[in-house]
């Protein structure tokens, strides 16, 4: 008797052992497999997108209502637009006959890559000033070699005029720098609903793509200011997330899944990823979708240039608020709803007006909150205990 019952113990006990060291051993696996927090080789990697426009084709129309535009008041003050223009194209014939961009980081004096972010306001006519060879839209690409990809840089916005300022002053110089063919998309959150910068995002992308051919995207918060030269704007055959080393955190990478402050697309990435999600109302959760979408949807992973790079500074003062911080952020977000049901072919907006100013194409927005319970109906999240819990640290939005 007394034999069996120790027999029976020791049998318990190695299956307890067994049962954790299974779970050490795949704990150690996720481990191995998560991406290094940054990707030494990423920036030897061939930048380049597929131009396949047919893509844009695949996406259903969104649920767009237009209200007819009245007589615009400029939000602006000594900001110059106009209502409509076409963004001008390099002539083609021309363009052809130009040899490949050659921006390149190959000289071994970094100190030269080193931007000096200017930290001075300027009101809109001296940034124009600065600025003067861009073209309406905040659209510019290089005169004399031809570019590859076409960047639509997305800002989302609400109420950040004196950051927006320093954004556009510093940036335009940079991205010149970068030899790219760009433009600068601010995306203005109108109206009391709570803030939401995904569905921002996505808003950016399609009113983008009915306006020239972009085929990378990267989607930027107003506050972040890119610091070296090597941080290249450009899409490659991964998502890239951008702002690793942020001087607010001291240079540091807060957590190996971070996806947040400034992300780079490929077109095929981000409607692989059914952009962003579109139920993220207030501050937090979207961006740790995104990174879900990336490999759960996409099956890729994140790419990042080395952490000497990919650093930024933050804007920190003038009106710094944080958005509420949203409450159902954890239970969407581990709920492993359909990403085909939320998405770029979900985001209902009305669009009050896209006004081409000087030194940026401003594309005002009202969306309207859904509730947690409309949500939660429509993409079938049942509220249940965390499974896996990403860790997230509160930023600042
Ligand atoms: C882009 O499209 C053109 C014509 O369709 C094709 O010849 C070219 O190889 C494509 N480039 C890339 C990078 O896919
Ligand atoms: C833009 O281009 C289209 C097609 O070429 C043309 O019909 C339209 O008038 C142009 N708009 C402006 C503002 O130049
Ligand atoms: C890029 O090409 C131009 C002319 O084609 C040349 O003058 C310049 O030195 C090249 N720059 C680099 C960094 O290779
Ligand atoms: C840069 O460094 C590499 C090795 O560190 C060296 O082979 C190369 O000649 C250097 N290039 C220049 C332009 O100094
Ligand atoms: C700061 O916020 C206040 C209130 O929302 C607003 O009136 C003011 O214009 C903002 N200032 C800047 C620089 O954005
Ligand atoms: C949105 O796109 C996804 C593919 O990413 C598709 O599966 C889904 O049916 C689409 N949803 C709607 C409402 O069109
Ligand atoms: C956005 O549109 C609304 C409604 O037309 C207008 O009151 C507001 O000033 C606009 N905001 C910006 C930043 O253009
Ligand atoms: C919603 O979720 C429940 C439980 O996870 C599942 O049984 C049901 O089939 C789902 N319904 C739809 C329409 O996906």
């Known amino acids: 008797m007394f034999y069996t019952r120790r027999t029976v113990f020791v049998f318990i006990c190695s299956i307890v052992f067994l049962q954790a060291l299974y779970y050490i051993i795949t704990l150690q696996l996720k481990k191995n497999q998560t991406i290094s927090p940054y990707d030494l080789t990423s920036d030897k990697e061939k930048l380049s997108v597929s131009n396949d426009t047919t893509l844009i084709q695949k996406i259903e129309p969104s649920f767009i209502s237009t209200t007819s535009i009245q007589t615009l008041v400029p939000s602006f003050i000594k900001a110059t637009y106009v209502l409509a223009i076409n963004l001008t194209r390099p002539d083609p014939v021309v363009f052809k006959s130009y040899p490949v961009c050659n921006f390149s980081i190959s000289n071994n004096d970094t100190s030269i890559y080193r931007v000096t972010v200017s930290k001075t306001i300027h009101p809109f006519d001296v940034i124009e000033k600065h600025h003067d060879d861009i073209d309406w839209g905040g659209h510019w690409f290089p005169k004399t070699c031809r570019t590859e990809q076409r960047l639509a840089l997305i800002i989302c916005y609400r109420n950040r005029e004196f950051h927006l300022k320093l954004f556009l002053d510093n940036i335009h110089s940079f991205l010149k720098q970068q030899q790219l063919d760009y433009t600068i998309f601010v995306v203005n959150q109108h109206g ?9 995002f996505n808003v950016g992308f399609l009113e983008a793509m009915k306006l020239y051919s972009f085929d990378c995207f990267i989607f930027h918060d107003v506050d972040l200011i890119p610091e070296d030269l090597r941080n290249v704007y450009k899409c490659g055959d991964r998502p890239r997330h951008m702002s690793v080393a942020v001087d607010k955190f001291n240079y540091k990478l807060l957590y190996s899944t971070l996806f947040g402050g400034v992300t780079a697309f490929s077109l095929s990435d981000f409607v692989g990823a059914n952009g962003y999600p579109t139920v993220y109302w207030g501050w937090g959760g979207e961006d740790d979708d995104m990174y ?29 608020t944080s958005g509420k911080a949203n409450p159902h952020r954890h239970d969407i977000l581990y709920s492993k709803y359909d990403y085909n049901r939320d998405g770029i072919n979900t985001t209902r907006y009305n669009l009050h007006e896209l006004v081409f100013y000087k030194t940026f194409t401003m594309i005002n927005v009202t969306l309207t909150e859904e509730r947690f319970e409309q949500i939660s109906a429509r993409l079938n999240i049942t509220k249940r205990k965390p499974a896996k819990k990403i860790k997230t640290i509160r930023r600042k939005a």
């Open 292 to 320: 879900l979408r990336v490999s759960r949807k996409l099956k890729k992973s994140i790419t990042r240039y080395p952490i000497e790079i990919a650093r930024y500074k933050m804007i920190r003062t003038y009106n710094h």
């Open 192 to 200: 009391t609903d709570q803030f939401n910068r995904a569905a921002l």
